[in-house]
């Protein structure tokens, strides 16, 4: 079974913080995702990454950076926490050329005050 | 931009009901379509469609895409309190990995 790990349940922050987020998976798949999900909004691709050290922006990626130094390892950063990225954070990753299937973590729900 | 609806965006009904979820989408090269069960935690895959008129079930729930309309719908049969949670559309496009998703239909199921 695939597992997606990620380092927190819930998560409560000051704005101005600088915040961490890790994605965990340990099955191999070249590709992982963050993504955050609003009520309303659906899920939003925030970044992902194809590869070790590889990034590429998604549909939302201001105000947050990514980090891929080990294939089993991808980590969100909010450089300066704001109270509109309070939000659940979804990690997710796949096997490349398998039509798209992603595997998701038990996501992160982040409170900025 | 590819994009995806859902509809409706939520329903309720009662236990034992059959229901229909939508989901249309606009995508430049289609490569697959899938559905995800959202309860309170992580969306859970439920189907993925390549091809069009071939049905996916899976127990009391079924999947049908039809590629020349653009849309796929989701079937359950018999509806079961368990079966509350959002139903998640995703559709994928040849040449990346990424899945765009919908908005969600919430479905809520009474007792």
């Known amino acids: 079974d695939v597992k997606v790990t990620q380092s927190s349940r819930y998560l409560v922050k000051r704005t101005g913080e600088k915040v961490f987020l890790e994605c965990v998976q340990d099955m191999d798949h070249e590709n992982m995702f963050w993504y955050r999900q609003d009520p309303g909004l659906g899920l939003r691709l925030i970044y992902f990454?194809?590869?070790?050290?590889?990034?590429e922006k998604g549909d939302i990626p201001e105000g947050y950076s990514v980090s891929r130094e080990k294939k089993e390892r991808f980590s969100l950063i909010l450089e300066s926490a704001s109270t509109n990225q309070t939000s659940m954070y979804l990690c997710?990753?796949?096997?490349?050329?398998?039509?798209?299937?992603?595997?998701f973590g038990p996501g992160t729900r982040l409170t900025v005050t | 931009e590819d994009k995806v609806v859902q509809s409706p965006l939520s329903l309720v009904v009662h236990e034992g009901d059959t229901v229909t979820l939508n989901c249309s989408y606009e995508v430049t090269n289609f490569r697959s379509l899938l559905w995800y069960k959202q309860e309170k935690k992580a969306p859970t895959f439920l189907f993925m469609l390549?091809?069009?008129?071939i049905e996916k079930k899976s127990g009391r729930l079924s999947s049908i895409l039809d590629k020349k309309e653009l849309f796929s719908i989701l079937n359950i049969t018999a509806t079961q309190t368990g079966d509350s949670a959002i139903y998640l559309c995703a559709v994928v496009d040849f040449g990346n990995e990424k899945l765009t998703f919908g908005t969600g239909t919430r479905l809520t199921i009474i007792p």
């Open positions: 390549t091809s069009s008129g």
């Open positions: 997710a990753s796949s096997l490349s050329m398998t039509g798209g299937e992603q595997y």
């Open positions: 990454s194809y590869d070790v050290k590889m990034k």
